[in-house]
């Protein structure tokens, strides 16, 4: 699986502008001032897929359990992006202890 780093980065601008509740329009300008806080962003973007375990568990646990308001399918989706959004969150971390690794070794 091959993630483009910079569509990632904007998939978490955009997300966390929608969570702030403004539009995806207002993105170039947010990306250029200096008040975007990326550990803000960051922390957005990781409460964004522990939402989506917990929202993946809750919807398991109601399926085992017999409700008739839940089906298979959406168990299986839940779970599906819960697996493929922690997949994602892994790549990011790899590439920044990579990148922080790189910049350690670098000759001052």
Do not use: H, W
């Not at 973007?45 to 409700?67: K, Y």
């Not at 008739?68 to 839940?78: E, K, T, Y």
């Amino acid at each position: 699986m091959n993630i483009n780093a910079a569509s990632m980065f904007n998939e978490l601008q955009t997300q966390g502008l929608q969570a702030k509740g403004l539009d995806s329009d207002s993105s170039v300008k947010s990306t250029n001032s200096t008040s975007t806080d990326f550990s803000a962003m960051l922390k957005q973007a990781i409460e964004n897929v522990n939402g989506l375990q917990q929202e993946t568990s809750t919807l398991r646990n109601s399926f085992e359990m017999g409700d008739q308001d839940v089906s298979l399918a959406d168990v299986m989706i839940a779970s599906n992006k819960s697996g493929l959004a922690f997949d994602a969150t892994v790549q990011v971390r790899n590439k920044m202890v990579e990148a922080y690794k790189e910049v350690m070794s670098m000759p001052v």
